[in-house]
């Protein structure tokens, strides 16, 4: 598929192929190495190739190009994806630079095909030793040789069932992701299919098909019985721990209604919290669902009760408190009238930073009336002067 990169490296090409050939070939060659995989950056990148090495008459120039063009096919090899129209412009290709070549040397008819069989199978003796030593070592790598040599070899046997096994071996592999072994699946379903259409085709073959093809569907049916059982076994564990949740959140709750004090209210929310956030919500199958519904509909209905009683609670703890400073405040005032008519530091510290320091808007009528009172008789006894200071000193600490 093209995108807006690719497009404009084109349109770019299209415009200077004609007046600068080297500026050209090097938009084709820096498009195919960002996208090796890509068909059309690949084909205009070879095809530029070819036609450089056809134009020129100069042997090393030939060699020059018809070397990148080989080069730009094994690195396309290596990143493609496999189809019906990837081998078919793999061939198209190979024919392309055999042809070149073959014009390049010139090699008598009689011996040609002996020398090219001869060298062929030393070729694929000598990959098959590499793939042996490197399989244990380098599965990625040794995936990639094999894959190379098949590419080459479609119809070779030998290279066909090296590259179909090894494929299967590594899709049956344990633990292997679904992805990962749906691609080794793909690999060996296409090597199948492309074995099958270009190998000679008698009787050895088409029993090496049918058992081929059976392995295939074997190996699929195992692969689809391992994840069907993957999946279920995850279900199970997944309801087992949301039936854990739901138990802990039921818990919980129930917890709610015999709290004593705010700080343990607070800590059970928070447990609440941090249950409710690993339940798996979107996985409840019904019987959990309305379970999960129930609690939360029972949390609703406690929670409010509950933290409206610790609330009534403190607010009765802080009138009770701010009672007790208040008298505390008028007893010492009362004790020692002369020495508190004054607004100076002892007073302040005595007095000023206990009473006036209580938060207003929390206490109750009662406590209220009983603040005014006390602060009325402390104002009632004291001079002009210090009934300004008293005053300026109480909104220094009103909230």
């Known amino acids: 598929m093209f995108n807006t990169a690719i497009k404009k490296s084109l349109r770019l090409y299209e415009e200077v192929k004609e ?4 500026a050209a070939h090097d938009i084709l060659k820096n498009l195919f190495c960002r996208h090796p995989e890509n068909i059309i950056c690949f084909t205009k990148y070879f095809d530029h190739c070819i036609e450089n090495a056809k134009s020129t008459e100069d042997v ?105 096994d090894y494929c299967l071996s590594l899709a049956s592999e344990h633990n292997v992701p679904n992805d990962i072994r749906d691609s080794y699946m793909h690999m060996a379903d ?77 800590e059970i929310v928070e447990s609440i919290s941090s249950v409710e956030s690993s339940l798996d919500k979107d996985a409840f199958n019904e019987k959990e669902l309305n379970e999960y519904n ?10 409010p009760k509950k933290l409206d009683t610790f609330k009534k609670m403190e607010e009765r703890d802080f009138n009770n408190e701010a009672i007790e400073i208040i008298k505390q405040s008028f007893d010492l005032f009362t004790n020692d009238e002369k020495k508190y008519k004054k607004i100076d530091d002892a007073f302040k510290s005595d007095i000023a930073e206990k009473m006036f320091s209580l938060d207003s808007s929390r206490m109750s009528a009662e406590t209220y009336s009983y603040y005014n009172f006390v602060y009325g008789y402390m104002f009632g006894k004291l001079d002009n002067e210090n009934k300004y200071n008293l005053t300026l000193l109480a909104l220094q600490y009103s909230k």
């Open 190 to 266: 296409i090597a199948l299919q492309m074995f099958a259409e270009k190998t000679h085709c008698d009787e050895d073959s088409l029993h090496l098909i049918k058992e081929k093809l059976t392995s295939l569907n074997k190996a699929k049916n195992t692969a689809d019985l391992e994840y069907r059982n993957n999946l279920l076994l995850h279900e199970e564990q997944n309801h087992r721990e949301i039936g854990k949740n739901l138990a802990s959140l039921s818990s919980l709750i129930d917890a709610v209604q015999i709290i004593k004090s705010r700080k343990e209210l607070d």
């Open 19 to 22: 007046s600068n050939t080297d």
């Open 294 to 303: 129930l609690l939360s509909k029972k949390l609703s209905d406690i929670l």
């Open 60 to 164: 090393s120039r030939k060699q020059i190009w018809l070397e990148e063009a080989t080069l730009s096919l094994n690195v396309f090899i290596e990143k493609v994806r496999y189809s019906y129209q990837v081998i078919e412009l793999i061939d198209s290709c190979r024919n392309s630079i055999n042809e070149i070549g073959n014009s390049l040397f010139y090699e008598k008819p009689s011996e040609e095909p002996i020398v090219e069989d001869n060298e062929n199978d030393n070729e694929i003796e000598r990959v098959i030793t590499l793939f042996n030593k490197t399989k244990k070592a380098d599965k990625d790598f040794a995936l990639l040789i094999v894959k190379n040599l098949f590419s080459g070899n479609i119809a070779d046997k030998r290279c066909f069932l090296l590259y179909f």
